[in-house]
């Protein structure tokens, strides 16, 4: 069984800064992907970012330049830094991962985090 949780989500202020962990465990054999993403209230789940096994990244319009994906491949855990937030930014925001377990080591399975709320004021 493998687990993810959330942690870093919150209310801030528009041009504030939060941080996003999320750390996967349990029967873990080999993460590859690791991602976060959002969906506001009345809309559909979106992209934020991702990130390999071996740190190459992929950022939605909306996040380049403000946002930083990264992980701790040791810690099984992915960050997400976000700078001069927005209203708009306002988000539940899911961590993804696809995970391959130690009863099938090369199988990769995606799962998701419970999400966490980061509210922007205006």
């Known amino acids: 069984q493998v687990q993810l949780v959330e942690t870093g989500g919150g209310l801030v202020q528009a041009g504030g800064s939060l941080r996003l962990s999320c750390a996967a465990s349990g029967s873990i054999f080999s993460i590859n992907v690791m991602g976060w993403y959002r969906q506001a209230p009345g809309k559909q789940r979106e992209l934020v970012a991702t990130?390999?096994?071996?740190?190459?990244?992929n950022y939605a319009d909306s996040a380049k330049g403000r946002f930083t994906i990264s992980r701790d491949n040791a810690k099984k855990t992915v960050y997400l830094q976000m700078n001069s937030l927005k209203p708009e930014d306002t988000a539940v925001y899911y961590c993804n991962t696809w995970v391959a377990g130690t009863d099938e080591r090369y199988r990769y399975l995606e799962r998701w985090g419970q999400g966490t709320l980061v509210t922007v004021s205006s």
């Open positions: 990130i390999t096994s071996d740190s190459r990244t």
